[in-house]
């Protein structure tokens, strides 16, 4: 390849990508503007899955930016229940595509009015319409994104087909979902909690925020998290045995990562649901590092340090694998108050994987450990 055609395929790619972004945040705006038009607001727009890179207003809406743009995603807000709800929920679906569809048609038309079809105008306006065929065909496949299980506008336009009217006004009740999601990613839980009891459906729709606030608020010590855990517990979906094994991992590890020393009804919880996660999956490294830390967590130290070894065992050829693994060996370390191996521990950690956030609130809390604390009296 000659230096000329380097150049030419990098600024194809640069232009490729410019086109693919662009025509992406029209997919979200076109959601954003159906969703004005039916009457809801819209919460924000996500372009890019995966870890928040940005967060700004623009356009009079707020829009976030994720590490892994190839999609998005547009949340609408229902204030209040209007008639209808089925058709409002299918044009707020529609409106993405319908964005696409359009732009196609304005390029072709553009493309076919251009004077030579050589010319570099004319190659970027038959690129354009073509991004947009994809796009167009990608939110038509059906399915879920597997990081932030947000479902494609053809999923969630069957779905939105398959569930009865009553359901469908739910739809006011727990647009707030989002909203209250972003308050725990943001550390806010007091606000988010405060949310969730004011608008909780106790349906599935929420049953995840429910999930992540009990997670959050034990792993923090809040006494709140235990109330939260056995709400989660009473929920019906979990009574469904919906991602049970998911959930059982998510309570151990907010037990493994809790700075006090649980109660001795969450104990109890803890042996019960470290023995169920056992049996479910006995091999998997990840449920073996949280049934380990969380049972040295509760005093059961021997049998918690050999699933952390097996696990260790497992763990050995994979880099984030080895840094989950040195994470939760220094919580269950940091929790019956050896302090010196936990610090190590989590220098290794810290060394295989800086951005852990875990980690990285395992060293604060290491750092504030004050000789006075009860769980290093225990050691000696
Ligand atoms: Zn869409």
Same mark, same amino acid.
């Given at each position: ?51 928040? +890179? ?40 529609? /409106? ?25 105008? %004319? ?32 999923? %969630?336009?069957?779905?939105? +087909? ?15 979902? /989002? ?14 909690? /405060? ?16 999930? %992540? ?80 830390? /969380? ?9 918690? +340090? ?34 010196? +191996? ?39």
């Amino acid at each position: 390849m000659s230096s000329s055609d380097a150049a030419l395929a990098a600024i194809s790619l640069a232009l490729f990508v410019g086109i693919y972004m662009a025509s992406l945040v029209l997919h979200e705006l076109g959601h954003a503007l159906g969703a004005k038009w039916i009457g809801a607001d819209v919460y924000k727009i996500v372009i890019g899955e995966g870890k928040r +890179l940005a967060r700004f207003k623009a356009l009079g809406f707020l829009w976030e930016i994720g590490i892994n743009c190839l999609g998005g995603a547009c949340y609408p807000e229902y204030p209040k229940p209007l008639p209808g709800m089925r058709w409002r929920k299918i044009a707020v679906i529609a /409106a993405g595509p319908l964005m696409n569809l359009l732009l196609v048609a304005a390029a072709l038309t553009a493309y076919a009015a251009c004077p030579s079809p050589e010319s570099f105008l %004319a190659k970027t306006l038959l690129l354009a319409a073509l991004t947009n065929v994809f796009l167009l065909f990608g939110s038509l496949i059906p399915f879920e994104s597997t990081e932030d299980k947000q479902p494609t506008d053809m999923l %969630a336009l069957i779905r939105t +087909l398959g569930v009865p009217e009553s359901a469908l006004a739910d739809l006011v009740r727990y647009s707030y979902v /989002a909203r209250a999601t972003d308050l725990v990613k943001d550390g806010k839980l007091a606000e988010a909690s /405060a949310l969730f009891e004011e608008k909780c459906s106790g349906t599935q729709a929420d049953f995840g925020l429910l999930m %992540a606030l009990a997670h959050e608020l034990l792993s923090r010590g809040d006494p709140k998290g235990e109330e939260f855990w056995n709400r989660l517990l009473a929920h019906p979906e979990f009574q469904r045995g919906q991602e049970r094994e998911h959930i059982l991992a998510r309570f151990l590890s907010s037990i493994a990562l809790c700075p006090q020393s649980p109660t001795p009804a969450l104990a109890n919880a803890v042996e019960t649901s470290a023995d169920e996660l056992g049996h479910l999956k006995p091999e998997d490294p990840t449920g073996q590092l949280v049934r380990g830390a /969380a049972l040295v967590r509760v005093g059961n130290v021997m049998e918690g +340090l050999e699933l952390l070894r097996r696990a260790e065992r497992t763990c050995r050829p994979s880099t984030p694998m080895r840094a989950l693994h040195a994470t939760y060996r220094a919580a269950a370390e940091l929790g019956r108050g050896e302090v010196q +191996l936990a610090g190590e521990f989590l220098h290794t950690a810290l060394s295989l994987d800086p951005s852990s956030e875990i980690a990285r609130a395992l060293r604060t809390r290491l750092q504030s450990t004050s000789p006075s604390d009860p769980l290093r009296k225990e050691k000696t």
